[in-house]
């Protein structure tokens, strides 16, 4: 059973940034997509960002030019830099792996086999 590991969540103010990582192991990191989600209390899981196997990436309209997805599988690490952050990202963040090879538009919890127990993103206004 593969777990993934986040780290990098806290508390900031809005306008802040933070940088999340997972810890994914070498072999998925470079073979599949990966991904970030986000789930703020009473709503569904959302896409944020994926990063397919060739390095390419997609965003969800509601982060795009604020977040960047990126990796170092070299480091076995998946990284999401949060920037210009607002009170409506606040949410738990996981990292999924083991998803498709190539860029998804749409974001499906389904299509991802690992996930990280999630890290608590809570911004105030």
């Known amino acids: 059973q593969v777990q993934l590991a986040e780290s990098g969540g806290g508390s900031v103010p809005a306008g802040g940034s933070l940088r999340l990582a997972c810890v994914v192991p070498?072999?998925?990191?470079?073979?599949?997509?990966m991904a970030w989600f986000r789930q703020a209390p009473g709503t569904d899981r959302e896409g944020v960002a994926t990063?397919?196997?060739?390095?390419?990436?997609s965003y969800a309209d509601s982060v795009k030019g604020r977040f960047t997805i990126s990796r170092d599988c070299a480091k076995n690490t998946l990284f999401l830099q949060m920037n210009s952050l607002k009170s409506e990202d606040t949410a738990m963040y996981y990292c999924?792996?083991?998803?498709?090879?190539?860029?998804?538009?749409?974001?499906?919890?389904?299509?991802?086999?690992?996930w990280g127990q999630g890290t608590q993103v809570t911004v105030s206004s």
């Open positions: 999924a792996a083991g998803g498709p090879r190539y860029l998804r538009l749409v974001y499906l919890v389904s299509d991802y086999n690992y």
């Open positions: 070498d072999v998925i990191c470079s073979n599949s997509g």
């Open positions: 990063i397919d196997s060739g390095g390419r990436t």
